[in-house]
């Protein structure tokens, strides 16, 4: 067995021993504790990780609004050091930065081989298992523990399919290239290839979390003008100014909403983004287009959430509803592209992280993403 050091590494019966946090069933806090970690097997790649960040997602399944789950392992918007090759794997290479890919796409499918891995339907990753349907993870006695989307970033290391391991550029701190890992290309990505607004599009995001924030960075390199960026707490506003909002609107009472964002728009966005995934406001999203607009789905609902529209009104008035799983994003391009944007300073993704913290920490970012305080809190590992 190799480590980037080279050093033995700390195993029992081939398997090294790793910390993590544990969802052992919903509504209950994560436990951290001590697990094994297998040797990864053909295509795969152990990662030792450097940082996670906390993502709502994360929270939907510590609410147990996603359903029941065996115990598994949370966190999906990591980066890491490859310091193992399963058998055949001949990238990544070992001891390189690597950003990890929570959708674990098929790559050949009809979708992924016509450059939309977004919609693969033979992944596995949303069973929160590796690609050939298992887990690497066990506790000491035995039993399994899953893998959340096939990634678990809330572990000291993890294995994950080798094309789920994507190489980006040195330079980037780890706690800024843990969030391409989700919340970044998620947000960026759903306006740079799910939207692609015309420069001077008006356009309106509401939630400013770490993916709504990342859709306010994507309309500002797109050169939509205005950006109204609208959150319920105050302190999100400042943020959203700060990295490219034009226009800030304190979330109130949706009729008020909806008509502050018209006003702000001169009479409606052509693009609304909906970063939250409540059914309220997916409704003001819908509301506050303009004729020929588009609104654009990110936040995720709790499992069977119906969302309605006017009918009349979205044929009437050629409005259109996008949803978009990870933004559209293209992982094996988006993620060095992001991070190349972000060493040219031309996306800002470090305004993100109000927090580091360790592993043991996990539940106090979880509890204040419950509060809405703070954008990201990123779990930075020693
Ligand atoms: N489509 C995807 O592939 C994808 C990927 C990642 C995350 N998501 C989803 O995106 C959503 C956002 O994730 P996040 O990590 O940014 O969450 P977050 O909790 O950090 O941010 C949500 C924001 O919404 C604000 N908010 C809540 N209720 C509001 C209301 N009624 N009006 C206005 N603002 C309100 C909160 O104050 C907060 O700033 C989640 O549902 C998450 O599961 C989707
Ligand atoms: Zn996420
Ligand atoms: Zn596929």
Redesign the pocket.
Known sequence: MRTEAGEPANTSGGSNSITAAVLERPGEPLRVEDLLLDAPGPGEVRVRLLASGV???D??MVEGEWGDTPPIVLGHEGCGVVEELGPGVTAPRLGQVVVLDWFASCGACSDCLAGRPWVCRRTRSTENVLPDGTTRIHRPDGSPVLPYLSVATFATASVVSATSAVPIPEGLPPEVASLIG??VT?GVS?VLRAATPPPGSPAVV????????SIVMGLALAGAAPIVA????LA?LDVALAIGATTTIV?GDADA?VEAVRDATSGGALFAFE????E??ID?AMRSLRAGGTAV?????PFGVRASFDAFDLVDRSLAVV?????YGVPREDFPRYADLYLQGRLPIDRLIDDRIGLQEVNGALDA?RR?EG??RVIVYP
């Open positions: 993502c709502h997602s929270l939907h989700c919340s998620t759903s509401f939630g400013l979390g770490g993916v709504g924030l609208v959150d319920r707490v999100k979330a909403t970063a939250i995934g409540l309220a406001t003001q789905l990110v936040g995720m609902t949803g978009t799983n990870y933004g993403m809405g954008v990201r």
